[in-house]
């Protein structure tokens, strides 16, 4: 079948096209500064970001996953000090717990929203739990405030996984800022996206910022003068010229997936199960998931006629090859959302007939 129509499942280069100018404005000062590491852009864009977290403090760093291996460090948790994550997140939250010779403690998360259920785990905290670290999976903020009571009652730790979620909100307060730190990724793909890898923490608290502030560059605070054993994970100044840019977009660009994210509400059939919209929650579609048992057809469908999709994610992380022996226990409803979901475009290059055709073309799936 040849289709008329085809709706890619991103394009990075459309996305980008509006910023373009700007983009290469921002190089050519670049250039021309002669400062090309942690230069006066970063500390800029650090201001300007945690303003837009709404927190004290965000320090740039070089990934998604150095932000979350680097909050973990700071606490120097005893080894074997057991953390509880989510059993459907992306592997990189879990390789931030395992590379600090910590113990991942997966939780099932609640079948509706896709986030940690507070109530499982409340039961998976034992006398070996030094901290939580909730997903906003998908760019949905998880249930914070019954998080953060569960945490104050345990005296246990709370680092976001932003990765998904920059700007979604529960009940007006930001993802980010409801725990110890926030972990954010501007992974090319996420909702503030780079032109290359990048990352950071969000904090209220002074001293945790000026802790990752010397981790991120060799544990040193003043130049050939080391405190702790760090590592090299900053954020590229470059980066920070093309992040600053877009961060202006953020709000728009979030804005953009809502109203696609709308148009698959109404329109789309119930015969598949769509994400929940709950009263309280400022969700900004990182990826749209539909489930249906018949996935593996749809997406073939789908394909046939001209549309791609993706899906987050093909293998949970209890039954990768490199988790054997580290994680231990079933996870039937992890397995469930596995085998069943299905992400459909839903990026700020897509327009409304994009996400029209995909509706018609799904709404007419039969088998
Ligand atoms: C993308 C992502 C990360 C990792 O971010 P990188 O910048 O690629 O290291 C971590 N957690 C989640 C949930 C993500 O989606």
């Known amino acids: 079948m040849n289709p008329t129509k085809t709706v890619p499942y991103e394009n990075l280069q459309k996305l980008n096209q509006p910023f373009e100018a700007e983009f290469r404005a921002s190089f050519d000062r670049f250039l021309v ?10 500390a800029t864009f650090e201001q300007n970001f945690a303003s837009y977290c709404r927190t004290a403090h965000f320090t740039g760093l070089a990934s998604g996953l150095d932000a979350l291996t680097i909050a973990l460090q700071v606490y120097g948790f005893k080894k074997g000090s057991e953390v509880i994550v989510p059993s459907n997140t992306y592997i990189a939250t879990i390789l931030a717990i ?35 670290i909730p997903v906003h999976l998908y760019g949905k903020c998880c249930n914070m405030e019954a998080l953060m009571a569960l945490a104050r009652t345990h005296n246990l730790k709370v680092i976001e996984d932003v990765a998904q979620a920059h700007g979604a909100e529960q009940n007006g307060h930001r993802a980010g800022a409801f725990g110890d730190f926030g972990a954010f990724s501007f992974y090319p793909t996420k909702n503030l996206g780079a032109l290359g890898d990048g990352g ?18 060799y544990g040193s605070k003043v130049k050939y003068y080391n405190e702790v054993a760090g590592i090299n994970s900053r954020l590229d100044e470059l980066q920070a010229f093309f992040l600053d840019v877009k961060l202006k977009a953020l709000d728009d660009i979030n804005n953009h997936k809502r109203h696609l994210a709308h148009l698959y509400h109404t329109g789309l059939t119930d015969r598949f199960v769509k994400p929940v919209v709950e009263a309280g ?12 048992p018949e996935r593996d057809a749809l997406r073939t469908y789908l394909e046939n006629h001209g549309i791609k999709t993706e899906i987050h994610y093909p293998v949970p992380p209890h039954r990768q090859k490199a988790m054997q022996g580290v994680i231990e226990g079933n996870f039937p409803i992890s397995e469930e959302i596995h085998s069943t979901t299905l992400s459909l475009p839903i990026s700020y290059c897509h327009t409304d007939e994009d996400v029209e055709y995909v509706i018609e073309v799904a709404n007419r799936f039969h088998r």
């Not at 500064?33 to 970063?42: D, E, F, P, R």
């Not at 929650?281 to 249906?292: C, G, P």
Request: charge should be positive; glycine fraction near 6%; charged fraction near 20%.
């Open 281 to 292: 929650y400022h969700d900004v579609y990182h990826i749209f998931n539909i489930r249906t």
């Open 200 to 217: 950071g923490l969000s904090t209220n608290d002074p001293q945790l910022d000026a802790a990752v502030r010397m981790i991120r560059n």
């Open 33 to 42: 500064s002669g400062w090309y590491i942690l230069g006066k852009q970063v």
């Open 98 to 132: 395992v590379n600090n010779g910590l113990k991942p403690v997966l939780v099932e998360p609640d079948l509706r929203t896709y986030n940690l259920d507070p109530e499982l785990t409340a039961r998976a905290i034992t006398t070996k739990t030094v901290a939580i």
